[in-house]
Nanobody
Framework: QVQLVESGGGLVQAEGSLRLSCAAS????????MGWFRQAPGKEREFVSY????????YYADSGKGRFTISRDNAKNTVYLQINSLKPEDTAVYYC????????????????WGQGTQVTVSS
C-alpha cells in the first residue's frame, strides 16, 4: 500500500521559514517525479513545485520562485519543500504527490497523494 505522509507544517510569522517533508512508503520514490501542491480555504488546489526522479530538474510556480526550494533524498524515500520568506498568502494545506510519468503542474497527472500538512502564516 502506497503512503505519502507530509510533516513540518505549522503556524509561523510572516518572513519566517518552514521545511516540509514528504515520506513515502510502499513505493520507491526514485521511480517517480514528485510534486507539491497547496490548497487555501475556498480556493482550488494549485501547483507549487516539482522535482524529477533524479532531482536534476525542478520547477516552481511563479508564486514560489526564489522562496521555495524542492529537494529529495531517494535513499530516505523523502522529498522536501523549503519555504522561506513566508507570506500570509502562503497559508494553505500543502500536499505532496507522486507522478510516474513526466513533469506536470496538473494535479490529475499525479497518482498518489498525501493527506496534507497545514501551513498558517500570520502577519
Amino acid at each position: 500500500q502506497v503512503q505519502l505522509v507530509e510533516s513540518g507544517g505549522g503556524l509561523v510569522q510572516a518572513e519566517g521559514s518552514l521545511r516540509l517533508s514528504c515520506a513515502a512508503s510502499g513505493l520507491t520514490l526514485g521511480n517517480d517525479g514528485m510534486g507539491w501542491f497547496r490548497q487555501a480555504p475556498g480556493k482550488e488546489r494549485e501547483f507549487v513545485s516539482y522535482i524529477s526522479r533524479g532531482g536534476s530538474n525542478t520547477y516552481y510556480a511563479d508564486s514560489g520562485k526564489g522562496r521555495f526550494t524542492i529537494s529529495r533524498d531517494n535513499a530516505k524515500n523523502t522529498v522536501y519543500l523549503q519555504i522561506n520568506s513566508l507570506k500570509p498568502e502562503d497559508t494553505a494545506v500543502y500536499y505532496c504527490a507522486a507522478n510516474s510519468r513526466y513533469y506536470s503542474d496538473a494535479s490529475r497527472q499525479y497518482d498518489y497523494w498525501g493527506q496534507g500538512t497545514q501551513v498558517t502564516v500570520s502577519s
